[in-house]
């Protein structure tokens, strides 16, 4: 049996007793940090409740036969930041298990998607297209994902902007893009400097940081350390409004 479990947004804090309880009972424990950072402390907690944590590059993941072989012969738990099914990595790897014939299972928790436009104050529904931005490499410059926040600024829709991890290489360190990068994208691709512009570093952890301004000034918010988010609001609700004007204080 294979189980993916959520770790939530916060420490080892956050872990649901569903979660905890298949830790324990796991008879061996996997762990992937490039669909979103893994935190050391909720690592080092599993390893002091279940022993040795491996953890897996994007290609044993996506070409999961060892994750699969441990399901197969045992009870394997897969750790996931924030909730498991928010990454469509995720999704396929249960649709390979329905088709192998091994049972998955899945222990939801907290997600970055909803959190994010909550701690705002912005209302779920009036969200268009998540987008995320990619880290500029050569000459591969992705420009689809700014044409999905201008497309939701022009239809009134609520942005949630993503940014890029790089952690390819389980062993080093996840490269995190920050909010001020992504504000350079974004004004790279046409949208407006006086935009009105929401930022979030580290949601669900003690040392939370909200921010709202024109896009053109995130860079003085002093947000600290990734992970960061950007959301563009669209048309807002009066109490939404509210929300927004409280941070601005």
């Not at 080092?44 to 279940?50: D, H, I, L, S, Y």
């Amino acid at each position: 049996m294979l189980t993916l479990v959520g770790l939530g947004l916060g420490g080892p804090e956050s872990l649901t007793q569903a979660g905890i309880a298949a830790i324990r009972e796991a008879t061996a424990v996997f762990a992937e940090g490039y669909t979103s950072p893994l935190l050391p402390e909720t690592l080092v907690w599993v390893e002091q409740k279940a022993g040795r944590v491996r953890l897996l590059s994007r290609a044993e993941v996506e070409q999961p036969e060892t994750l699969l072989a441990a399901a197969r012969d045992g009870d394997a738990v897969l750790l996931v930041s924030g909730d498991p099914l928010s990454a469509t990595t995720h999704v396929s790897l249960r649709i390979q298990c329905r088709e192998t014939g091994i049972e998955c299972c899945v222990v939801h928790n907290a997600s970055v998607l909803t959190a994010v436009a909550g701690e705002l104050g912005l209302q779920h529904y009036r969200f268009g297209p998540v987008a995320t931005l990619v880290t500029p490499k050569g000459d591969y410059h992705p420009l689809s994902p700014v044409k999905r926040v201008l497309q939701n600024i022009e239809a009134g829709f609520h942005s949630l902007v993503l940014l890029d991890i790089r952690a390819d290489d389980p062993a080093a360190e996840p490269r995190l893009m920050t909010a001020i990068e992504g504000a350079a994208l974004l004004l790279e691709g046409g949208v407006p400097a006086g935009v009105r512009t929401c930022a979030a570093a580290r949601v669900g952890r003690g040392d939370q940081q909200l921010w709202c301004g024109a896009l053109d000034e995130l860079e003085q918010a002093g947000l600290g350390e990734p992970p960061h988010s950007i959301v563009i609001p669209g048309e807002l609700h009066f109490v939404e409004e509210e929300a927004l004007a409280a941070l601005q204080e």
